[in-house]
């Protein structure tokens, strides 16, 4: 998913001056004001020796800091595409701050021009932007042919059809000008069976590979809430739409729910596959509205399954209403 923030005039002249000359060893990158901002560029020493290695150690460890997020734009190749695009975001950092940059990675390639990166990357220590961290880093990828962005995510994208077994596409839906989120096509049909009440239950999780919202495959049809809760994961995040059909003081309802669960237990993945999650659950909900009418009439958000019970659910549908007692006049002194 992509945040609402677009790359400023200063950030592209720099980069177009990144791309102009080989003096540049890269340029550092961060948010403010809503926008993409350049920090400065790295000028490479005038010595034609110097080394990729080298000129890690030598310009860009010392701006990188323990709590301080910040987007790195690397010459990492001798051919086009030339650069590396880094997004760290250290564990310490401020938690807006992780999430903002989370959102914002894909953006800031796509607006300078995915043409230009071969490689991107998430890292979260400093220990990951070494001399070392980018030679183990070589080493995972020493298999895969060298890609641009567009083909990398093309490529994701469909090794997690297969994996998943859907066999279909993914739709990005523009929430906004510069909002758009990829959601299988499985998904967003589902999505629209149960605004047709062809269904009454939809789970959505998210493809941490393509940075997609797919289907949890899942052809039951709880009656109750109890019934719903043990199909529900307790220990992945879920986005659930339920239609909840019940009685309620002699008449029918039939309403549709919204649960965001997100286990604690799930604390231990990587810092970028939790954040996705908060990150997408507006977008989630705006999606389910937008593509198939779906508006919930409560929406919970919980961490554990546990936590979610029948009487919480109706009372929050049905909350009681207090009669309002008449005002008593009081007495006139004397009488």
Known sequence: MQSGI???????????????????????????????????????????SASFESNVESLLQPHIKPNDALYIILRRYPSAPALVA????????????????????LT?????????FRDTFFATTAEELSPAGFKKHDAHSALEAPLTEEERSLGEVRRAEMEAGMG????????????????????????????????????????????????????SAPASIPALL??????????TFYRFAHTHDGSEFNSLLFFYTCPSTFSTKAIKFRMMYPLMKRAVVTIAEKEAGLQPDKKFEVEDVSEITEKDVLEE???????????????RPGR
């Open 86 to 105: 880094v997004t760290y975001v250290p564990d310490t950092a401020p938690v807006r701050q992780k999430m903002l940059f989370a959102a914002t990675r």
């Open 168 to 219: 279909t596409g993914t739709h990005e839906i523009h929430l906004s000008k510069n909002l758009a989120t990829p959601v299988a096509e499985d998904a967003l049909q589902a999505l629209r069976d149960l605004g047709a009440d062809k269904r009454s239950l939809v789970m959505l999780k998210i493809n941490p590979e393509s940075e997609s919202v797919v289907l949890v495959p899942d052809d």
């Open 108 to 116: 800031l390639v796509r607006e300078l021009g995915s043409e230009h």
């Open 317 to 331: 549908l049905h909350p009681k209403t207090e009669a309002k007692k008449a005002f008593s006049r009081p007495k």
């Open 230 to 239: 043990q199909t529900i994961s307790p220990t992945e995040p879920r986005f």
């Open 6 to 48: 677009s790359a400023s005039q200063e950030l592209v002249a720099q980069f177009n001056d990144l791309l102009a000359s080989d003096a540049h060893f890269g340029l550092l990158v961060t948010i403010a004001s809503e926008q993409l901002r350049p920090l400065q560029l790295l000028t490479a020493p005038a010595a034609a």
